[in-house]
């Protein structure tokens, strides 16, 4: 969904894939909208994997919506490494990219080529250095100015990672990100030698605290006593900032991490945000926010807004969502293809509230968060440009007259989990040809299809108990009733008046 500002990030995906012996990898890709009137743009931040020069890259690029569906493809795109410059992104419903690299031309001349049509594969986690590690701060003494050290060098099949986390071919000697040579690491970041630098550092410590009290001892007078006491005053007032400020926060971090670790993630959240601007507490605060959502949710990703960036959605504590079409529309949303979030403000979207979408006539699509399970009544009423519904994989009732007066919509399939349709829930869609109702359907409700005056079949998948009054009446084309299922399974179903169009169709079976 739009956002109130522009350009907007339509996605920034990090990846920590890889094609084996591949000397380039795919380090993050990010499609991006200048504006609202303008087309998609593609950039990938891509890094060589060893100290070598690398001219460019060929890759195809697939394309998919925010369901994951694949809605266009691009082949023999020529990037370069680093930040690669924007590419034009020709479908306009397209939400993420993945890329499968062809060949790579090196600087010399020299090209590599995937004959094998590898794809990327995740590999393996690489062990982090944490603040709680003892050798934390000989590794970061050891390697300041040098590379950033995030995680322990280590090896996988064919290729090593430095310590910053970048993967580099077994044969290259340095980090194609950082340039550090990969047998500094082996020499500087060896675990033993670690440890004597830290031990020597301690024993450092202590001979000079002892060398300075004996000094203080010779030269101890009264001034000297007066001077020792302002002194230990000032150590007192240091050691007190250092533990407010180091020691206590250090200690509260590593406790949210190990709650959030467990899964703890409102005790985590409180703590990490307490810590305000303590290390990575903001960033390490969000993460357990997402994590928290996803197992709340149930979801792998999850399409997560707030007041402050979505200020045309409520919700209650139940979860039932509501929607102001002003609001959204002041802040330039765009009607082409909307979708509805997994959460908001904390709380997981559940309903769509009564008349959500009433009026919009511009929508033309729908995607339904896998969240919800109930679409208010009139949800869709008098959406004079809704063709086409995406319903998530938990929607379990349609409410009353939700889609009534939707003229763009030619058809309409009702997933197996969905057991309601609410009364005139297709009410007057006179343009609607094909209806699948799932197993889930055993009742059409009255007027369900009434003034429906195109509407030539339904398909059903489960035999029919009952169909109410004048569910049928004005569909002046329906002629056929086919059923996914064997004739011995189709029990005659209570029919109200009305409904002489059902009555006369033609049946078929499968």
């Not at 522009?6 to 504006?35: F, M, Y």
């Not at 009433?358 to 919800?372: E, G, H």
């Not at 003034?451 to 169909?467: D, G, N, Q, W, Y």
Request: charged residues 25%; glycine residues 6%; aromatic residues 8%.
């Amino acid at each position: 969904m739009a956002e109130t500002s522009t350009p907007r990030v339509v996605s920034s995906r990090e990846t920590r894939e890889w094609i084996p012996a591949c000397p380039v990898q795919v380090q993050k890709i990010t499609l991006v909208r200048q504006n609202p009137e303008s087309g998609i743009e593609m950039t990938v931040t891509a890094v060589p994997c060893g100290d070598f020069a690398i001219a460019s890259y060929t890759a195809d690029i697939a394309y998919q919506s925010a369901r994951r569906e694949e809605v266009g493809r691009s082949e023999g795109v020529v990037l370069t490494p680093g930040e690669s410059s924007p590419v034009p992104v020709s479908f306009d419903d397209a939400v993420y990219a993945s890329l499968l690299i062809r060949s790579v031309r090196y600087a010399s001349g020299e090209v590599w080529e995937n004959k094998e049509n590898l794809s990327p594969k995740k590999f393996p986690e690489q062990a982090v250095v944490w603040q709680t590690d003892p050798l934390y701060n000989a590794m970061r003494r050891e390697c300041a100015g040098v590379t950033e050290a995030r995680y322990w060098p280590d090896e996988i099949d064919g290729a090593w990672r430095c310590a910053c986390g970048q993967i580099n071919l077994a044969s290259s000697a340095g980090c194609g990100a950082c340039r550090v040579k990969r047998s500094w690491l082996a020499e500087h970041l060896d675990r033993e030698h670690l440890r004597e630098i830290a031990s020597e550092s301690n024993e450092k410590t202590e001979r000079e605290i002892v060398r300075e009290k004996k000094r203080r001892e010779r030269a101890l007078t009264d001034k000297a006593k007066a001077v020792g006491i302002v002194a230990a005053a000032l150590l007192l007032v240091v050691l007190a900032v250092v533990t407010v400020r180091v020691i206590i926060p250090t200690v509260r971090y590593n406790r949210a991490a190990s709650l959030a670790e467990s899964g703890e993630y409102d005790r985590a959240i409180e703590i990490f945000q307490s810590l305000g601007k303590f290390s990575d507490s903001a960033s390490r605060a969000a993460s357990a926010v997402y994590e928290k959502a996803k197992a709340m949710t149930g979801l792998d990703e999850v399409n997560m807004t707030d007041s402050a960036h979505s200020p045309w959605f409520s919700i209650t504590e139940d979860g039932i969502l509501s929607f102001r079409k002003d609001k959204y529309e002041d802040a330039k949303g765009t009607w082409a293809h909307f979708v509805v979030p997994d959460m908001f403000d904390g709380v997981i979207v559940r309903e769509l509230d009564r008349n959500f979408f009433l009026n919009c006539s511009s929508l033309a699509v729908v995607t339904i968060s896998d969240c919800v399970e109930v679409l208010g009544e009139q949800a869709f009423y008098n959406c004079e440009s809704l063709h086409t519904v995406n319903f998530g994989a938990n929607v379990r009732e349609i409410g009353p007259r939700c889609f009534i007066n939707c003229p763009s919509l030619e058809e309409i399939e009702i997933p197996d989990q969905i057991e309601a349709l609410g009364l005139r829930a297709f009410n007057n869609c006179v343009n609607l040809k094909k209806a699948v109702l799932g197993r889930g359907i055993r009742e059409i409700g009255a007027y369900t299809f009434s003034f429906c005056a195109s509407l030539e079949r339904i398909t059903i998948l489960s035999p029919l108990t009952s169909v109410g009054e004048f569910a049928f009446s004005d569909c002046g084309k329906f002629g056929g009733i086919y059923c996914r299922f064997p004739a011995d399974e189709w029990t005659e179903p209570a029919v109200a008046e009305g409904n002489e169009a059902f009555l006369a169709a033609e049946r078929h079976f499968e």
